[in-house]
RNA sequence: GGCGACGUAGCCAAGUGGUAAGGCAGGGCUCUGCAAAAGCCCCAUUCGGCAGUUCGAAUCUGCCCGUCGCCUCCA
């Protein structure tokens, strides 16, 4: 069974079939970095990285596009409101959003063109559809005739009747139609611009960099490319307006063959959106949470489907992520002392791959893969390990040196040595800096009061150590010692 | 109002015609000076409600109720 795929444009799951052989182009919508990224769109890139994972591990070449929509309106207002320009607005932005991928484990686009990049083939696309009679031009701007698209609504499954019974034209828009959208917005004084002869200096409207940069990007020919992805949310009117663009000058449309939508992400049962307020900044979500966990917690809920996020859940998926290095690291003890030749692709990546062609059923991969990583059997274990470590990197939970270190090799906190001093403050910590030194004293201490029967006194210290985030735990070896976040 | 998604235990969630995964939380036990960790066990006669199709339904159909999303900037 091949890879099978919820198609938006057909509202079908069909069969994934690359134009080309061997190689598959997806072209994603990015970030408009106006603002903070939040967890919802590390939800959306997430899952998008995977579906790239997995092509390529399918033995495609990917080729993978993630567009930043540098120039929009609320950067630029950003901008005023701060008194910085918008390009240090949308640089500081992005460049923290681009932090956040990285300790999400979210691989790098192939190309990441930006709108501003691309002004002249922006102005191509424009000048075409004006020439085609798709387009025209207003007093405050180019706008696109939405009337002469007899597609329009197709993707998202609207009528045009119905939805320009529901528009409105904004004050000082001067366009034909309600639902007509702007291509090209002419600068007013102060904003930002870029020059476009004979019809008037501005800046491209959103929607037409999507359309102008995977023409030029993946598509040049004109007949279309595999894999057009983002957030549910942009199907109408982003998607739909993209095709609207695109496929009057294309030689052979449709613009993708397959559309793939992200499921929302709610927060307090409300989506979580720059408009609404409702999020926490997502470095910050980094700050407080595994990003490894954050990504198990999202490979639990099917891709498409709208997701509530609750701290509660969140736990759970830290409990589940702390198990699984556990079983990986007992694995990774058999499997050492476990003789027997490793061979490609066993039972494990069997159920994996089926769970994955089965339009992307990362909850059911990674139902295969907990059990796997929970069988510390020793016959097979090297086999299962090295599959199991290729399903994990597949999912984007790469095991890494952490998986496999004992929780006392992790790194001390480097005010280790100044947190114990406070928060015991006995004379035989005095003058010890060193905050492994100062540990081991401390440690010592106790063993000496438990030693003695002091029960009150090592309790006590134990707890001090619990606030300085070292937890303890004593055994019949004596007590071993781990780092709390 | 139009279009769409969803409603499974306290929470998150899988399962889409064959008799309810898993995790978290909670409870019990073992271990322990006490904890913690770990291990074992328990925890939905039932899948929003009501009809219907079927030998059989959480899964299919219809109606109803509820939540959310899109229709305006949004991943």
Known sequence: MPLQLYNTRTRRVEPFQPRRDGRVSIYVCGLTPSAQAHLGHARSFLFFDILRRYLTFSGYEVTYVQNVTDIDDRSIAAAHRLGVSWREIVDGYYAEFKRSMQRLGVREPDKEPYATEFIPQIRETIVALIERGYAYVASDGIYYRVGKFERYGALSNRNIAELEAGARIEIDEAKEEPLDFALWKFAKPGEPHWPFEPYGDGRPGWHIECSAMSHALLDPEGTGFDIHG????????????????????????????????????????????????????????????????????????????????????????????????????????????????????????????????????????????????????????????????????????????????????????????????????????????????????????????????????????????????????????????????
């Not at 016959?379 to 004992?406: F, H, K, M, S, V």
């Open 230 to 485: 983002g957030g549910a949310d942009l199907i109408f009117p982003h998607h739909e307006n993209e095709i609207a663009q695109s496929e009057p000058l294309m030689a052979r449309p449709p613009m993708a063959n397959f559309w793939l939508h992200g499921g929302l992400l709610l927060f307090d049962n409300r989506k979580m959106s720059k408009s609404l307020g409702n999020f926490e900044p997502l470095c910050d979500v980094l700050d407080r949470y595994d990003p490894q966990a954050i990504r198990l917690l999202f490979l639990r809920t099917g891709y498409g489907k709208v997701m509530n996020f609750t701290d509660e859940a969140m736990a759970g998926a830290e409990a589940t992520l702390e198990r699984l290095r556990r079983d990986y690291r007992a694995l990774h003890a058999v499997a050492g002392s476990a003789n027997g030749s490793v061979r490609e692709g066993g039972a494990l990546t069997a159920r994996v791959v089926a769970a994955l062609d089965d339009d992307m059923n990362t909850a059911a991969a990674l139902r295969e893969v907990l059990a796997a990583a929970g069988n510390a059997e020793a016959e097979g274990a090297a086999q299962r390990l090295a599959e199991l470590r290729n399903a994990l990197t597949l999912l984007g939970i790469e095991p890494d040196e952490r998986w496999l270190a004992e929780p006392e090799a992790l790194p001390l906190p480097s005010d280790l040595a100044a947190a114990l001093r406070r928060e015991i403050g006995e004379p035989w910590l005095d003058g010890i800096e060193d905050a492994r030194a100062a540990l081991e004293r401390a440690i010592a201490e106790r063993l000496a009061a438990r030693a003695g029967k002091d029960w009150a006194r090592s309790d006590r210290l134990r707890d001090a150590l619990l606030r300085c985030g070292i937890e303890l735990q004593d055994g019949k070896e004596g007590s071993v010692w781990s780092v709390v976040r």
